[in-house]
């Protein structure tokens, strides 16, 4: 079991910048991938960034350039640090985990992108 627990969302202008936190309650050196997904309203769930334990980045083109996507094995933390952000990226924002075959996901945190 893992336990996902998100933070660092909110309400921010066009242009501005935001950085989630998922704190894991396991070594995430020992889960295979972490990773953002966001689900807009009336849309389905989709992948923003992901990040595996051997260190491979993988983005939507949506946020490339834009979105970066860390982790601290030490803290157990998984990082999305967003600039540039849009209205269109407004969404909540769920981190999630792979381990051991099956799949985690934190509660999600609101991000709204508005002037």
Same mark, same amino acid.
């Not at 799949?103 to 934190?106: F, I, L, N």
């Given at each position: 079991q893992v336990q996902l627990v998100e933070s660092g969302g909110g309400l921010v202008q066009p242009g501005g910048s935001l950085r989630l936190s998922c704190a894991a309650s396991t070594n995430i050196f020992s889960i295979y991938a972490m990773g953002w997904y966001r689900q807009a309203?009336?849309?389905q769930r989709e992948l923003v960034a992901r990040i595996t334990s051997s260190?491979?980045?993988n @983005?939507?083109?949506s946020v490339k350039g834009r979105f970066t996507i860390s982790r601290d094995n030490a803290k157990n933390t #998984? @990082?999305?640090q967003m600039n540039t952000?849009?209205?269109e990226d407004?969404? #909540?924002y769920y981190?999630?985990?792979a381990y051991r075959g099956d799949? @985690?996901?934190?509660q999600g945190t609101q991000v709204t992108v508005s002037s």
């Open positions: 309203p009336g849309k260190g491979n980045e @983005y939507a083109d #998984v @990082y999305l952000l849009k209205p407004t969404a #909540v981190c999630h985990a799949d @985690y996901w934190g």
